[in-house]
């Protein structure tokens, strides 16, 4: 026998007296039976022959061959892909139109994108469901995510199916040049390619776009990690300082240092978190006692028994590393709900910083207001018209920079359609008391109102020279204006 399976054999001995005296010890609590030393040896001697018979004929490898997609894997998944893109671009079809249904809460560009992510998202699973049925029950990454020891179906899946969408900073891939994420793509492209959709997998091979969109998920990794561990690991210190004299008394009660009552049942139950059975969490795993019924009765009473916390648990150092040890574990950077893209919510560690901190502006705050009247959506518009900040490109159809011989200036043209579906009350008027209001320092003979939809706007007196970069800054500030709303008078 060589050295490589001897030492294996060894390293299998401690499995192997272990998993005797559990069994001896099951029937000893359940049964009633109890067996002989010289038994207990012999079982331990055989088990322990039986492994190392496995372990020599049975070796655990991965090679290429086990991440190798088959033919009908791969149909399944070109033909995934494709239904995934026809519905893609269906909604693009429908936003250029300008016949895209908002969702609730959403205008049409988030609406896109908030369709788009789900139909991704969609392909991902789908062919990942596939690529986990197809594969054999040896397959050694099958095994090791079925076991727990190493990866997930998403890891099987990317090496195998799709790689599927990346993500950075929460969403698909921003535009990092001129309205487009890559030069490789036309301006304005929402094509899941040019956003950051990768439709091969690892043993396929990524495309040099793919690629790049890879990196740039996984750069986002590396410099969350690098960045939590020291928000993490800091807000673990102060959460054990803030409670580390907190501790379970004898009349059952949760005191400081001072004796103050901080709690008058440790978790309304008393019970110990550490000692808890099953998924949910309970004292007791009753599905698994309720096979021996004899001793049923008196093992729930002593081992509920025993699971009381006892007096003089510091339960402030544990509630901390409860808290703080997740947190390492925990996303750093804030998600956004797929469904409905305007609900941008901090989650994660900027979270519970904020939840600890006490803070006082938080990032993203959220209140739910329900209305007297909920049957009637042009009175929810309205609500909602009045309360969300609106901004000019949101009812702007175009903002152009019209050039001629004699005259320079931008002409912004209202989507007097898209304002009265949103219920609002915006004409060229309000958008010119809005411009003049805000901070770019034009003055009401700059702004020229040409009808009720479409005003003209010239740049501030400069020279000839800074005209072109004037009008130029001009337009990229416009769409930031916030425009105020005019309120009804009844």
């Known amino acids: 026998m060589g050295n490589s399976e001897s030492g294996a054999i060894w390293k299998a001995v401690p499995h192997c007296l272990m998993w005797c005296l559990w069994r001896e010890r099951n029937s000893q609590t359940f049964s009633g039976e109890e067996q002989s030393v010289p038994v207990l040896k012999f079982s331990s001697l055989q ?69 788009i992510t789900r139909i991704l998202n969609n392909i991902r699973d789908e062919t990942g469901k596939v690529c986990m049925k197809e594969l054999h029950w040896r397959n050694s990454p099958l095994i090791m995510s079925q076991c727990g020891s190493k990866g997930s179906p998403i890891n099987i899946s990317q090496m195998v199916a799709c790689v599927g969408q990346q993500s950075v900073g929460g969403r698909r891939a921003p535009n990092g040049f001129i309205d487009r994420s890559l030069p490789h793509f036309p301006r304005k492209a929402q094509t ?23 990196t740039m998920g996984g750069r986002e990794g590396l410099v969350d990690t690098a960045v939590k561990t020291a928000d993490t690991g800091y807000m673990s210190r102060r959460l054990i300082k803030a ?48 096979l021996k019924a004899k001793v049923f009765l008196n093992t729930c009473i002593s081992r509920y028994h025993l699971k009381k916390i006892e007096a003089g648990t510091a339960i402030g150092a544990i509630g901390a590393q409860s808290i703080g040890e997740p947190g390492t574990q925990m996303t750093l950077k804030t998600f956004h709900f797929a469904g409905v893209a305007s609900m941008n919510v901090t989650l994660g560690v900027p979270r519970i910083k904020e939840i600890i901190n006490g803070a006082k502006n938080i990032s993203t705050p959220i209140i739910t207001a329900a209305l007297k009247s909920d049957d009637n959506v042009n009175t929810a518009r309205i609500v909602r018209g009045r309360i969300q900040k609106t901004n000019l490109d949101q009812v702007a159809k175009s903002i152009k920079l019209v050039m001629t011989p004699r005259l320079a200036s931008i002409v912004v043209t209202l989507d007097m359609d898209k304002i009265r579906d949103a219920q609002l009350c915006i004409d060229a008027y309000n958008v010119k008391e809005s411009i ?55």
């Open 47 to 115: 088990t322990l022959f039986k492994c190392a018979r496995w372990i020599g004929n049975h070796g655990f490898s991965i090679g290429i061959d086990d991440v190798q997609p088959s033919k009908y894997l791969n149909n399944r998944r070109q033909e995934t892909i494709f239904k995934g893109y026809q519905g893609c671009d269906e909604k693009i079809k429908l936003y250029s139109g300008g016949n895209l249904p908002p969702e609730t809460g959403c205008d049409a560009a988030q609406t896109l994108e908030a369709g």
């Open 192 to 214: 899941p390619a040019a956003k950051g959709f990768v439709a091969n997998s690892f043993y396929s091979g990524l495309t040099a776009t793919e690629f790049f969109f890879h």
């Open 243 to 290: 409670l580390e004299d907190l501790s379970i008394h004898y009349d059952n009660t949760v005191r400081n240092a001072s004796g103050c009552v901080v709690q008058f049942c440790y978790g309304d139950d008393g019970m110990d978190p550490a000692y808890m059975e099953g998924k949910s969490g309970a004292p007791l795993d009753f599905d698994r006692l309720f």
């Open 436 to 490: 003049i209001q805000a901070k770019i320092k034009l003055k009401p003979e700059h702004i020229k109102v040409l009808d009720a939809g479409k005003l003209e706007i010239l740049p501030r007196e400069t020279g000839r020279n800074k005209l072109h970069f004037d009008l130029h800054s001009l337009k990229n500030v416009l769409p930031t204006v916030i425009v105020k709303v005019k309120l009804l008078e009844f």
